[in-house]
């Protein structure tokens, strides 16, 4: 689909009006990463249908009823910290987040905007009884915002230290890979601003940069601190 032929609001207008007549599954009709404004990977990326799949078989096990997040946070707790993780992508950063941190990856729900409060900080949604702020993952980590990228999803991810947990948006979800620790290597040039702020360390798979994230980090950082109760 040549969307570059089409204006920003008519891209909108058709991405609503299918949105309206097939719901968000007819949304993956538009599946062009131009309009994602993602960049392309030297990593294989799978359907995204069988990673979630996959990774939801691994969050709740063979649970069949519906779930609270408490109930799921408390399993999750148990899984080894250095099991698994979820690769994902956010712009150019490819960026693995340790599954023990997260309960639920799924589609961007409805979001409640808060007034006076930082941009990456998007608003709240409603999950299963329970209000979850939602942090828009480019704006925090101060890369270029992308509103209509046609593979988002919201991870929730929980800090292991304290009650608390918020929505991630990212712009990719990519699949679940075990990680050896030994394989982990410091950061090359770790900056105080961007995702490396919140990596631990990095990852070479194949041509690709993997950043290993410290979710407790960026749980506890003094912007997450400050408005942790909006």
Do not use: Y
């Not at 207008?13 to 062009?32: A, E, N, S, W, Y």
């Not at 941190?101 to 409805?110: G, N």
């Not at 900056?191 to 960026?218: P, Y």
Request: charged residues 25%.
């Amino acid at each position: 689909m040549t969307n570059e032929l089409l204006s920003s609001d008519d891209q909108d207008l058709m991405r609503r009006t299918i949105l309206d007549v097939f719901g968000p599954d007819g949304v993956d009709l538009l599946d062009d990463d131009s309009v994602d404004d993602v960049e392309p990977l030297d990593i294989p990326i799978r359907p995204l249908a069988d990673v979630v799949a996959e990774i939801d078989a691994e969050l709740h096990g063979s649970a069949q009823s519906p779930r609270t997040l408490a109930s799921i946070a408390k399993t999750s707790r148990k899984r080894s910290a250095d099991a698994k993780f979820i690769v994902i992508q956010l712009h150019q950063s490819v960026l693995a987040v340790p599954i023990s941190h997260v309960l639920e990856v799924q589609r961007v729900p409805a979001i409640t905007s808060i007034p006076n409060v930082p941009d990456w900080l998007r608003g709240v949604t409603n999950l299963r009884g329970e209000i979850i702020s939602v942090v828009d993952g480019r704006t925090f980590l101060n890369l270029p915002p992308n509103d209509h990228g046609l593979h988002r999803r919201l991870i929730i991810i929980q800090s292991l230290q304290q009650e608390r947990w918020a929505g991630f948006i990212v712009d990719r979800v990519i699949g679940m890979r075990s990680i050896d620790p030994n394989e982990i290597k410091p950061s090359i040039s770790p900056t105080s601003t961007g995702a490396s702020r919140f990596c631990k360390g990095e990852l070479v798979v194949g041509l690709e940069t993997v950043g290993i994230m410290d979710l407790e980090l960026l749980l506890s950082c003094e912007e997450m601190n400050l408005f942790a109760s909006a």
